[in-house]
């Protein structure tokens, strides 16, 4: 079975690939169908934006289609960036929002720099049957970035009984991240569908 992946982020095409590896299906990208994959993020939730996207790229390919959202809430921060995780400064890339984020918390003790990454991911069967999953990982925010391994804001999030950040963890973030929860998920649901 072909399922198309309604996203362009090549980090998180990576990370999905990779856990949903083992599944007797063809993971689709933008790429792979030469076409480029535009939604408007706009809504005001993660499980909104991930249903704009999935309904866009079913739409768009005609293939089964899996899309997710994701985001950094900092508690601090009153649960910012959130849903504008992507989109915290004015560039929209991952320096510029790492250091805003740095600036933000500068002076802040380790007690008070909570955060935790959230993903729904959605996949949409039909117009009608979108099904939904969700993932969380909690951690708290480094003081500075460290590592290079993966994507975003990994640099400077540290999970929950460990003294490293997602960007120096490296493959081992793909067992505990909020995606890979919620792509456990989505994979005892596609196992038991594909049966
Ligand atoms: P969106 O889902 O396309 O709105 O983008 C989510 C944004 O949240 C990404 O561009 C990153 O900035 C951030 N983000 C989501 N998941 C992760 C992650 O696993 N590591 C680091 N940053 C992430």
Redesign the pocket.
């Known amino acids: 079975m072909k399922i198309f992946l309604a996203?362009n982020?090549k980090?998180?095409i990576k990370?999905i690939k990779e856990i949903l590896s083992d599944l007797n299906i063809e993971i689709l990208t933008p790429r792979d169908l030469k076409i480029k994959f535009i939604c408007k993020?706009d809504g005001d939730s993660f499980y909104e934006?991930a249903y704009k996207k999935a309904i866009t790229g079913l739409l768009q390919t005609g293939y089964i289609t899996i899309s997710?959202?994701?985001?950094?809430m900092i508690d601090y921060l009153k649960g910012a960036p959130g849903?504008k995780?992507?989109r915290f400064t004015k560039k929209k890339n991952?320096k510029e929002?790492i250091k805003k984020v740095l600036s933000l918390l500068k002076g802040i003790k380790k007690e008070q720099r909570k955060a935790k990454?959230k993903?729904v991911i959605a996949l949409a069967l039909s117009f009608k049957k979108v099904k939904f999953f969700e993932g969380e990982c909690e951690g708290y925010i480094s003081e500075k970035e460290m590592g290079n391994k993966?994507?975003?804001?990994?640099p400077i999030?540290i999970p929950k009984g460990y003294k490293k950040t997602?960007a120096l963890l490296g493959e081992e973030?793909n067992k505990i991240?909020?995606?890979a929860k919620a792509l456990f998920q989505l994979k005892n649901f596609l196992q038991t569908f594909l049966k």
């Open positions: 996203t982020n980090g998180k990370e993020e934006n997710e959202d994701s985001g950094l849903v995780s992507a991952n929002n990454f993903c993966g994507f975003g804001y990994d999030f997602f973030k991240s909020h995606r």
